[in-house]
């Protein structure tokens, strides 16, 4: 009960929400030429992990730009992400391995559903469903913690899912608000067919930058500020 108390006195998910929505509406050139870059980049599937690490490592650096005063040119950003991907082809195998094997299994539960009429399945496809929203959040909370990780530290990612599973852990409350924004983000994308290429990736990159400024960095309200100016 304390640690809950505890996260709800120190979280502000409204603030969340709006340095999301001020980051999101300035650096749009950016989200959608990031989401274009990530969408072709997963395209082999098995460098979706790859693609996540490259994401969130690259607007992790434009928040940071912000949050410094510092701008970054659109170029410099594309070339961080193409940079990025490459150096975490290998490295990203086990995020491709947890998210492929969550959808997998999903889709195939709701195929089997779909075709035997089965409930126990289609029960089974609601959870899987679920269990992927769950996969993405882990694998963009691990994608942050090795944008963050210091170059002289050495750990596996498989050691940094696990550390992102704890990270998501201590802050329950706010991880569940963070997973349904994300439901809608992927249910609004998909309403609009074109918005799952050109902007999804990019806003569920954000969101989970902006969600571990909150939780662990210098908070959303600062985010505010330095996507308004006031930092420089």
Do not use: K, W
């Amino acid at each position: 009960m304390r640690s809950e108390r505890d996260e709800v006195d120190r979280l502000d998910p409204m603030a969340a929400l709006a340095a999301f929505g001020r980051a999101a509406y300035s650096d749009l050139v950016s989200i959608v030429v990031l989401s274009v870059l990530a969408s072709l980049a997963s395209l082999p599937l098995v460098t979706v992990g790859a693609a996540v690490l490259a994401l969130v490592d690259t607007v992790t650096e434009i928040v940071a730009g912000e949050l410094a005063g510092e701008g970054v040119s659109e170029r410099r950003r594309a070339r961080r992400f193409a940079t990025e991907f490459r150096a975490n082809l290998r490295r990203g195998l086990p995020i491709s391995a947890l998210v492929l094997a969550v959808v997998g299994s999903t889709v195939a539960y709701l195929l089997i559903a779909t075709a035997a009429g089965s409930t126990v399945f289609l029960l089974g496809a609601a959870v899987g469903l679920y269990a992927v929203f769950c996969a993405v959040a882990l694998s963009l909370r691990t994608a942050s913690l090795l944008a963050r990780m210091p170059e002289e530290r050495s750990q596996s990612v498989l050691a940094t899912v696990r550390d992102a599973a704890y990270h998501l852990l201590e802050t329950p409350s706010f991880t569940v608000l963070t997973v349904v924004l994300m439901a809608v983000l992927v249910a609004l994308c998909a309403a609009l067919r074109v918005a799952v290429v050109v902007l999804l990736p990019g806003l569920l990159g954000l969101l989970e930058v902006v969600a571990f400024e909150e939780t662990s960095g210098v908070g959303a309200r600062r985010v505010v500020r330095a996507y308004r100016g006031e930092l420089r």
